[in-house]
């Protein structure tokens, strides 16, 4: 597996737009973003922060993913899991790429930047905030419910992500950023695949949490590294 341990080039943005925050609307699906980052990535801390500042938009839903490629450099992130290391090689492979870089800010599944510059961020948000449109979901009594394919393909996995909304301060002792104190908001802590949707109304059964103090969410995705059609908090 290839690994980049440095951040990338900036990468093309639409015109800088205002960062104000919309309301979200009764049943508006959330656009997704998602932070893939390492606790031992000197780059990571900037675009963490500029994510963290996101996480109160009632429209968005931010998550923070810590991958594993890191963890032989000296620091073993105390979030990462291979599993959302796989996942952000699942959007490497749909963007046609050969490698994995922290850190990396992906938003609906259909468009990346690094994180690290706020405007360039802001932009891609707002420009891909319209790509929603799918079904309508709802969590309600331990159920997802996902509505009618409401013109859309109608064949994508239902995803159960779980988070934690605290800040987490985590003390690094080695790697490239021993010394610091790192703040955390909105890390995932587990990441369940509840089922397949058709096109028609389904319900899905939600299954305990392994552990309090967590909020569920819920992303309909088109396949590994597809676009995000819905979700919901």
């Known amino acids: 597996m290839k690994r980049s341990m440095a951040?990338?080039?900036?990468?093309?943005t639409a015109a800088m737009l205002s960062t104000a925050a919309p309301a979200a609307a009764e049943g508006q699906n959330l656009t997704v973003v998602e932070l893939f980052e390492a606790q031992g990535c000197a780059s990571c801390p900037p675009a963490n922060a500029n994510v963290m500042a996101l996480a109160d938009r009632?429209?968005?839903l931010t998550l923070s993913f810590g991958v594993t490629y890191w963890d032989h450099l000296g620091w073993q992130d105390t979030f990462a899991s291979e599993q959302y290391t796989n996942r952000q090689w699942d959007y490497a492979r749909a963007f046609r790429r050969h490698e994995v870089a922290t850190p990396e800010v992906v938003v609906n599944g259909r468009a990346d930047v690094t994180g690290l510059d706020r405007g360039a961020l802001d932009a891609l948000i707002a420009r891909e905030a319209a790509s929603t449109g799918g079904p309508p979901v709802t969590i309600a009594n331990g159920k997802?419910?996902?509505g009618d394919a409401n013109g859309n393909a109608g064949r994508a996995d239902v995803w159960l992500v779980r988070y934690d909304p605290a800040i987490e301060q985590v003390a690094i002792a080695r790697g490239e950023n021993a010394g610091?104190?790192?703040p955390h908001r909105n890390v995932v802590k587990e990441?369940?695949?509840l089922g397949r949707w058709s096109g028609t109304r389904e319900?899905?059964?939600i299954p305990p949490a392994a552990q309090s103090g967590l909020r569920d969410a819920i992303i309909v995705q088109e396949g590994r590294g597809g676009p995000i059609i819905?979700?919901?908090k």
């Open 144 to 146: 997802v419910l996902v």
């Open 191 to 193: 990441l369940l695949n």
């Open 230 to 232: 819905a979700a919901a």
């Open 58 to 60: 009632p429209d968005l």
């Open 180 to 182: 610091r104190t790192l």
């Open 7 to 12: 951040p990338w080039t900036a990468l093309a």
């Open 203 to 205: 319900s899905y059964a």
